[in-house]
């Protein structure tokens, strides 16, 4: 069974920690160097990634999370944890740095503030069946991306859900709904990582 860490500086962990345990992992917070040191894969939860960034510096935990997503540790991040996951951000508050590994820009707030939050059904490349209830709250989109970066989904037009090798993100919050094939997906992905790494 994988172990899966929730990056736990702030946001909405608690979400996260129980999609994971639902779809089949070992699931834990990771706060400390220590604690990244010992997962298989991460998730970078949604919250406000400027904040995220700060505390990730704060923790010492900026340059151990850049070294092991550049290893290819596989990693998914929703809405803020998407930013953080961008190799580039159109609109950076000054000082705010990324954990890269996702050759995309991305565009913060970028479907409006708060009150214009919004769920709408999005299709996924990879989740078989019914579309997934995509939860966007003050949601960044994909302004463009690398030659390597697949496409899993798009919203009125804009880029919501990608991936590059072992690192996935999508502009919305599948962990606030009841449906937990995305984080299957990336239980799968991690699942695969570490039966490769073992050969
Ligand atoms: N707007 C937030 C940010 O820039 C993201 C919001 C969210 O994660 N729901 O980090």
């Given at each position: 069974t994988?172990?899966i860490?929730?990056l736990?500086?702030q946001g909405d962990v608690r979400e996260?920690?129980?999609?994971?345990?639902t779809?089949?992992?070992?699931a834990?917070?990771v706060?400390?160097?220590?604690e990244?040191?010992?997962?298989?894969?991460?998730v970078i939860?949604?919250?406000?990634?400027?904040?995220?960034s700060?505390l990730?510096?704060l923790?010492?935990?900026m340059e151990?999370?850049r070294?092991?997503?550049?290893?290819?540790?596989?990693v998914?991040g929703t809405?803020?944890?998407?930013?953080?996951?961008?190799?580039?951000?159109?609109d950076?508050?000054?000082?705010?740095?990324t954990?890269g590994?996702?050759?995309?820009?991305?565009?913060?707030?970028?479907f409006g503030?708060?009150n214009?939050?919004?769920e709408?059904?999005v299709?996924?490349?990879?989740?078989?069946?019914?579309p997934?209830?995509?939860v966007?709250i003050r949601?960044?989109?994909?302004e463009s991306?690398?030659?390597?970066?697949?496409?899993l989904?798009?919203h009125?037009?804009?880029i919501v859900?990608?991936?590059q090798g072992?690192?996935?993100?999508t502009?919305?919050?599948?962990?606030l709904?009841?449906?937990?094939?995305?984080?299957?997906?990336?239980?799968d992905?991690?699942?695969?990582?570490?039966?490769?790494g073992?050969l």
């Open positions: 994988p172990v860490g929730v736990a500086l996260h920690l129980i999609a994971l345990a779809a089949d992992a070992v834990r917070p706060r400390r160097p220590e990244l040191a010992e997962v298989d894969g991460l939860p949604g919250g406000e990634s400027t904040t995220i700060k990730a510096h923790f010492g935990l151990p999370l070294a092991r997503v550049h290893a290819g540790m596989p998914y809405c803020a944890g998407l930013i953080m996951l961008a190799d580039k951000i159109l950076p508050r000054s000082g705010q740095e954990i590994g996702i050759d995309m820009i991305v565009r913060r707030n970028a503030r708060q214009e939050s919004f709408a059904a299709d996924v490349a990879g989740v078989e069946g019914d997934v209830e995509g966007f949601a960044p989109w994909v991306v690398g030659a390597s970066v697949e496409v989904a798009e009125g037009g804009h859900a990608v991936r072992s690192a996935l993100a502009s919305f919050h599948p962990e709904t009841g449906d937990h094939r995305i984080h299957s997906l990336f239980v992905m991690v699942r695969a990582k570490a039966a490769s073992s």
